[in-house]
């Protein structure tokens, strides 16, 4: 199994960068995939997911209306999309895939670092 992140970069405020994980060795389309973030001296927290089709999503507070998920169940990818980004959002941003059943099946990307400041 294989979570990969990339598109992390240093961005000025209010510029946008998009984030990709590319994902391996599992069945993709069964999986809720989610993107989580941390930043230094703070607990890792949700900054959304979406369902395995692609059909729902949820963010969290402090980045509803400026990010955008999204998954192609074809190419194996989820992708974060973040506009007027700010400070507080620089972190390691992480993909996270699980799949709910009898058995909780979860993993980990190694991370990507985003970065923004003037």
């Known amino acids: 199994v294989q979570l990969v992140e990339s598109g992390g970069g240093l961005v000025r405020p209010g510029g946008s960068l998009r984030l990709s994980c590319a994902a391996s060795?599992?069945?993709?389309?069964?999986?809720?995939m989610s993107w989580y973030r941390q930043a230094p001296g703070k607990e890792r927290e949700l900054v959304a997911h979406?369902?395995?089709?692609?059909?729902?999503?949820e963010y969290g507070d402090s980045v509803k209306d400026r990010f955008t998920i999204s998954r192609d169940n074809v190419k194996n990818t989820v992708t974060l999309q973040m506009n007027s980004l700010k400070p507080e959002d620089t972190a390691v941003y992480y993909c996270?895939?699980?799949?709910?059943?009898?058995?909780?099946?979860?993993?980990w990307g190694q991370g990507t670092q985003v970065t923004v400041s003037a």
């Open positions: 996270r895939a699980r799949q709910f059943g009898l058995i909780l099946r979860d993993y």
């Open positions: 979406i369902s395995s089709t692609g059909g729902s999503a």
């Open positions: 060795g599992f069945t993709f389309s069964t999986y809720v």
